[in-house]
């Protein structure tokens, strides 16, 4: 079974590029030129650089001692907390700035739902000195205060994005409309591994250092590459990818994906896409979709707005489809326990979204010999207020 | 099935200039006139008519179109009904019809179906934003062939002559050409870029007619389309005529087609 896209952008049946020929130069002309321009060893040293340090990689492969403890097997938490702005997001910003750079275009334009998107685009375009804009729904825009503030310290602007659900979902839908409206001087730097091809694979390929790190780390601290398990949330699911990216095909690897099951699964406030979507269009690509039976996209709902999302990536659809990775849920409440148990038990206040992955370790079963590794994608500084208030409610 | 000449090619054989098409949202303002919005169209003299599918999730389309599809989902607009409505259509209007929408509820309604009904209805042609066209050749070409439906293919400012040929090839209706880089909303006026464009793409000498489409929004920017293509494309403004909180929607749909026809 190949996990990899093919020539025509498609992962299995989903992926390809569902784009209106305003967008068509464009993706076309990313298509032609993404593979040649990333696999340049200029390129290379200067995205190798960037990573070693600008944002600080190779984050540590930590072993968790008291997490272990709790499950009873060898837990592994691979740090994407710890890059520079705080979430694995920056592996991809850095790769694709440097694209645009090479493409000539002078302007950036982001979506975010979280903000770390958001924040990790900033940053970049200000490292390089190009004008950034980042589409952000107006109720992430509250849900996410800190990270509106720091991109605005970082110098873009931050554009409220105030149709539908005002998430992450109607973000990328004006991101998309901008790029329409300006295509010969803007690069769109989207996210995640959505959008038509070639951006799935190409964000997929960015973060694919982490898994590539895992190999390694796990070498030389146990003398052993390849963990029994593999556990990342996924909105989009471009940590999920990254961390998957390097053991797709060792069939050994159990890879779990997380996604936010928000007040339920059967609640009708939930992102779980795979538990309650079936194969549809969005944002230019086939995937699974949340959507009515008339094809019309269904709002989702989860505490955390990076996984606010109703889709996911074509690989993962893909993935889904094949089962060579499982998909579980988890709820808000869930999400939440583990985060304040994640703190309390190693020190660390992880990112909500992060904090699903977590959860989800009370659904799946170790034995003692078990090695498995978590994709820390982010840390909780963004979610602060979302901490308390959660813990006030409780109490 | 019989092979019929395709009533949109013997359009353009009869009327090669001035024409006048008209994209509406089905199901809005309200959700029963869909029916009434293309017989008064008809009678007002419009020459095409363009039924908006209405989507979640519209990515080519500006803030108007937007909300008319927001508008006419919340009404409770989707396909089953849209052809239930449209089901004695051609007993009152003989002009041309199109159906425009994006891909996710025709995939979802089932393409053969959706093709075979449009059939059934009397549709005459497709308009699907983001069907692209190695997908239409690849999958759909045959499908939409046998139910006799034309794909129409927009073309931008950015799209290369090349691509422009082979668009050319591959469409028998009309080729939309889209005036600006832009999604769809009414603007104000015609820039010198987009004639030096019109230009361009009319002197390619396409085989295929051209209407112009995006931007246009009154009298004006109607003539200087009809100057340079087969004719032009009104969407938006019709919109936001009909969705004026004041007048019946017969009457505001005859001032705004005469408005239009004024000069
Ligand atoms: C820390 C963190 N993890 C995960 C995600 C979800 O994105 P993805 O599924 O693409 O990794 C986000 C998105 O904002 C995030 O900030």
């Known amino acids: ?395 | 099935m019989i092979y019929q000449p395709n009533p949109i090619r013997q359009l353009f054989i009869e009327q090669p200039q001035n024409i006048l098409s008209v994209y509406f949202t089905a199901g809005y303002p309200s959700l029963q006139d869909t029916v009434s919005t293309i017989e008064t169209l008809q009678a007002a003299g419009v020459n095409l008519i363009e039924i908006g599918i209405p989507f979640s999730d519209p990515i080519a389309d500006g803030e108007t179109i937007q909300q008319s599809s927001q508008q006419a989902l919340q009404n409770g607009m989707n396909l089953t009904l849209l052809f239930e409505q449209l089901a004695n259509i051609r007993q009152t209007v003989h002009i041309p019809l199109i159906l425009m929408g994006y891909m996710n509820p025709i995939l979802q309604f089932g393409v053969e179906k959706f093709c075979k009904k449009c059939f059934e209805t009397g549709i005459n042609g497709l308009i699907i934003p983001d069907l692209p066209m190695a997908e239409y050749l690849q999958t759909y070409k045959s499908l939409f062939a046998q139910y006799q439906l034309e794909n129409i293919f927009l073309i931008t400012p950015q799209t290369e002559d090349e691509r422009i040929r082979l668009i050319d090839t591959n469409t028998q209706g009309f080729i939309y050409m889209v005036s600006s880089a832009s999604v769809t909303g009414a603007k104000q006026g015609i820039s010198n870029s987009q004639l030096t464009y019109f230009q361009r793409i009319k002197a390619m000498n396409l085989q295929n007619p051209l209407l112009i489409g995006f931007g246009i929004g009154n009298a004006s920017t109607f003539q200087t389309a009809c100057h340079y293509a087969n004719g032009a494309i009104i969407g938006s403004a019709f919109i936001k005529a009909v969705g004026a909180k004041e007048g019946k929607l017969e009457e505001k749909i005859k001032n705004f087609i005469t408005s239009i026809k004024a000069l």
């Open chain 1, 1 to 395: 079974m190949n996990y990899t896209v093919n020539e025509q952008g498609y992962y299995g049946q989903f992926g390809g590029a569902y784009i209106p020929e305003m967008l068509y130069p464009n993706i076309k002309e990313l298509q032609q030129s993404y593979l040649t321009l990333i696999n340049e060893p200029t390129f290379q040293a200067e995205f190798q650089d960037l990573l070693t340090n600008y944002v600080g990689r190779p984050t540590p492969l930590y072993y968790a001692k008291r997490l272990s403890a709790t499950y009873h097997c060898h837990i592994f938490l691979k740090r994407e907390d710890l890059c520079h702005t705080g979430a694995h997001k920056i592996n991809n910003t850095i790769g694709q700035i440097l694209v645009a750079q090479r493409l000539g275009k002078k302007k950036i334009i982001a979506e975010t739902g979280a903000g770390q998107h958001g924040v990790a685009t900033a940053t970049v375009c200000a490292l390089m000195g190009m004008e950034c804009m980042v589409y952000m729904g107006k109720h992430d825009m509250e849900r996410q205060k800190p990270n509106v503030e720091r991109m605005k310290i970082l110098g873009a602007t931050v554009v409220p994005a105030t149709s539908g659900s005002q998430t992450l979902k109607d973000a990328t839908n004006e991101a998309m409309r901008h790029w329409i409206n300006n295509p010969t001087d803007t690069h769109y730097i989207i996210g995640s591994v959505v959008g038509p091809h070639p951006y799935p694979d190409m964000v997929a390929r960015f973060q694919a250092v982490i898994s590539a790190e895992i190999r390694k780390q796990l070498k030389a601290q146990i003398n052993r590459e390849l963990p029994d398990y593999v556990v990342a949330c996924v909105g989009g699911g471009s940590n999920a990818a990254g961390a998957f990216y390097h053991f797709l095909d060792e069939p050994t690897v159990q890879l779990v994906a997380v996604e936010a099951g928000g007040k339920g699964v059967q609640s009708g406030l939930s992102a779980a896409t795979t538990a309650l979507g079936r194969m549809g269009i969005l944002h230019g690509s086939k995937t699974i979709l949340m959507q009515t039976e008339d094809g019309q996209v269904i709002e989702p709902y989860s505490i955390s707005a990076g996984l606010d999302y109703p889709g996911i990536g074509p690989i993962h659809a893909h993935l889904y489809d094949t089962q060579r990775a499982v998909f579980v849920n988890v709820t808000d409440d869930e999400a939440m326990q583990a985060g304040f148990s994640l703190s309390k038990t190693e020190g660390i206040i992880p990112a909500i979204e992060t904090a699903h992955a977590f959860a989800a370790l009370d659904q799946l079963e170790f034995k003692k010999s078990d090695v498995v590794v978590v994709n820390l994608s982010g840390r909780g500084d963004k979610d602060l207020e979302t901490y308390i208030r959660y813990k006030n409610q409780q109490l």
